[in-house]
């Protein structure tokens, strides 16, 4: 079975290809948590191992390094996703490249600059518009009869050109857009549906109106790069007054994926507006990471401020549709990656309770604030409709128990389920 870390950003489609390939495969991936794009893979030991510093990035547990994301996916993927015949293998990389050469050009033509990362010009914006028509037409067509693209199950042919397809259908096709296309709509809405597609994106919103073009984004987008190169003019300049010499900044080559995460304008963070307080928590989080659960809980309260910080309780919702242990730890795994933006000011202990087809997952978090943290910010909100949420009263001995139990990964859930593993928020 495959295993090894995943290079990647938070969002990133390219990397859905190969998570969900290791859903269906029972790939044991690690999606490297301080990964930051711009830096990690812009220093020398990542581009040792990748030298073109682009992610996602996998590199086997014994060492061996793989780019390009359908390269992953395959690598990951099990026979079933792989193709059983030579005929259904050479179908499968038929949609890979239909996938690479007519769906994403078009869709970045036609979704970047809504997100101010490319400039805005009607005739290429009209041209995108009519080769995703093209596209989604072939692919309307060759669904008619078919409930996948190749053979009878899913394969690395839909999962691919689905999340290619990920940014039209999350953006701009609205349902008058994608009305004449009920076969590919309903096709594309089965693979995403799928559990281990669930367990990597989450619950998917189809594009209920097309995003709107603003020019300040591109704007906004054109002042941070200005920013950026004066800054690096600047430090050669002090290199060379200083008689020492500078350092060559790597040109970077993005990908469309990837340039969307570097230049799309920052959103601020809901935190930041909501006061302080007196708890330090990254100081709790090295404490619970070095010290003994004996010493880092009772730091915990010692230090905690009821006043401006709050503790929930989350159960997930559909713990009758959980099947493997792996599968149900991958969607604890993927909803954090997903509040990625969130982690600074929350910490949170989910823990997996049971066994194979019988599980529950539950767990403690702790953020700024004292509303459900979730309904700030619209970037934090793919999954945690999927929880009942619960806030906790700091000063109950019950709360204490909760917390005590979820940070030390002990006991059972509340069918007498026993603790199976844990992950951290942190």
Request: hydrophobic content about 35%; charged content about 30%.
């Amino acid at each position: 079975m495959a295993s090894g870390t995943l290079y990647t950003y938070p969002g990133n489609f390219r990397a859905y290809k190969a998570l969900i390939a290791a859903q269906y495969s029972g790939a044991q991936i690690k999606v490297a948590e301080d990964f930051v794009f711009g830096e990690t893979n812009k220093t020398e030991a990542f581009l040792k191992k990748f030298p073109l510093g682009k992610v996602p990035s996998f590199e086997t547990i014994d060492g061996k390094c793989i780019t390009e994301s359908n390269a992953i996916a395959y690598y990951v993927a099990n026979e079933q996703l792989r193709g059983k015949t030579d005929l259904e293998r050479a179908e499968i990389i038929q949609w890979l490249g239909f996938a690479d050469s007519e769906i994403l050009p078009a869709s970045c033509a036609w979704v970047f600059p809504l997100f101010g990362i490319m400039p805005y010009k009607k005739q290429t914006l009209e041209h995108a518009k009519d080769d995703v028509d093209k596209a989604l037409a072939a692919l309307n067509t060759h669904l008619l009869t078919k409930t996948y693209l190749v053979g009878e199950r899913i394969t690395l042919a839909d999962i691919s050109v689905a999340m290619t397809l990920l940014h039209l259908y999350q953006y701009v096709l609205e349902p008058s857009l994608r009305k004449p296309y009920q076969n590919v709509n309903r096709w594309f809405q089965t693979v995403i549906h799928q559990p281990e597609s669930i367990a990597v994106l989450g619950a998917f919103k189809l594009a209920d109106k097309t995003l709107e073009y603003d020019p300040k984004k591109f704007v906004e987008t054109q002042g941070k790069s200005s920013k950026k190169e004066k800054k690096e003019k600047e430090q050669k300049k002090e290199a060379k007054e200083s008689k020492k010499e500078p350092k060559e900044p790597k040109e970077e080559e993005l990908d469309p994926a990837e340039a969307a995460l570097a230049a799309e304008p920052k959103t601020s963070n809901p935190f930041d507006s909501l006061p302080k307080g007196t708890f330090d928590l990254d100081d709790f989080k090295r404490c619970y990471s070095n010290e003994d659960e004996s010493k880092s809980i009772p730091y915990f309260w010692q230090k905690f401020d009821p006043k401006h910080y709050s503790i929930w309780f989350g159960e997930y919702k559909y713990n009758n549709e959980l099947t493997k242990v792996f599968m149900s730890c991958n969607l604890i795994s993927g909803m954090y990656q997903r509040l990625d933006k969130m982690r600074k000011q929350a910490f949170a202990s989910a823990c997996l309770f049971g066994t194979d087809n019988d599980s529950t997952i539950s767990g403690i978090w702790v953020w700024r604030g004292q509303e459900l943290a979730f309904t700030l910010s619209p970037d934090w909100q793919v999954d945690y409709e999927s929880y009942n949420w619960t806030k906790l009263d700091p000063e109950k001995e019950e709360t204490k128990k909760l917390v005590q139990q979820y940070l030390s990964w002990t006991g059972t859930d509340k069918e007498g389920r026993k603790f199976n593993q844990g992950k951290i928020f942190k």
